[in-house]
């Protein structure tokens, strides 16, 4: 039986990512877009009920709704998380706040983390994000082939266990990071073959960190055509402006034909590096079709700890790269766990940091900052039919704002969030979500 709501009509929907920016009538009809039409003001009806004003009980089956000018955006793509390790800040913490003592301090604790723990934390963040708006995930695993095939793939099997839980409100990529040393190759390639034949999406990784970075880019390529999956690689998170794997890459996704199927996320040394190296390479990623992810929370956090006075922000140069055409996403990396302590997987919240960050808080940039959150990760994440146009799913998130600006000048927290051809949330009822089986898997995840 169809849900009711997945059929209405909305007036009075302000869409800052749409031309003009102003107020529309939009109708959906079994769960898509079915038109998008701008009003030439706002319109009064007593059709139509205030979407405040309705409660819990009839929000799933009011057919005509006023959003009273609210902010409405497509779902949230948070194209780079990392959702097995997120609140697991209470078991795991890092003194030096520095990316190496975060990894070795999780990986110590690593194997005692039951696939039941590593589920309810992925369902737990996955259904958080899904409250904020958020309708896509992608989140790279920790997989660390060498501790033992046991614990590799029971975050493999607590990935998909998840996945299936929430896939009535949220969709989730994975990219496990198979951890690549010379040595291990054949081990590695039997376990990452395996992987993505139990439904894994694509090929992750973090080549800065492997004792031969080439190689393990070489692997990941091999391993990417052999199932024709896209390639999505933690590159060069370091303060050291000689690491460059960006540019091997580069080198690999012009010579495989891949440009719009790999993603390079963070690119902080590349801040580091003397403007002509920046400037070669930026163009090399745009020539090559790369698209790149600026994690501004986590790196803001982890980088430049060696620094005294002038500290260096880690944030990748996100203008730079926009103007010379590379698709720059920013998205949320880690939550509450001792690679970052804070973070909620609110994009408005990753919203606000990118425009501090990368000094994107222009009336004109908050354009872009949106879409660097909507249009621009769904690219990278291959997503078809994306967005408020007649024809697509209808995937949104109701914001109480009146403006874009707003968004970040308040940072609202309350929001109606639909998907799935129904309201799936909506923070007006309390954190319950609208639903019996969202409130079961909440409930037992905490
Ligand atoms: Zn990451």
Redesign the pocket.
Known sequence: MPEPSANMEAVNARLPLADGGGLYKLTIKDGKWASVEPQAGPVVSERHAPISAIGPERLGVSREIDLQGRVLLPGFVDV???LDKAYSISHVRNRSGTLLEAIENYRSVAPSFSKETIRSRIVKTALQAASFGSATLRS?LDVPIHLGRDIAFRTIEAALEARELVSGFIDIQYFPMYFYEPGIERELSEFASETLRMGIDGVGGAPHLSADPIANIEWAFQLALAFDRPIDL?SD?SDDPSVKTIDTYCDHVLQNGYAGKATA??LCSLSAMDQNEADRLIAKMAEAGVGAVT?PA?NLYLQGRGDKGNVRRGVTRVRELSEAGVPVAAAS??IQDP?HPFGRGDMLQIGLMTAYAAHLAREEDIGHVLRMLTHVPAAIAGLQSYGVAAGNPASFVVIDALSAEELFQELPATRWVYNKSRWIYASELKKQGIDPQWSALAGGSR
């Open positions: 780079h998380m990392h790279h933690h998170e996320g963070h994690l986590v990396d880690n690679f």
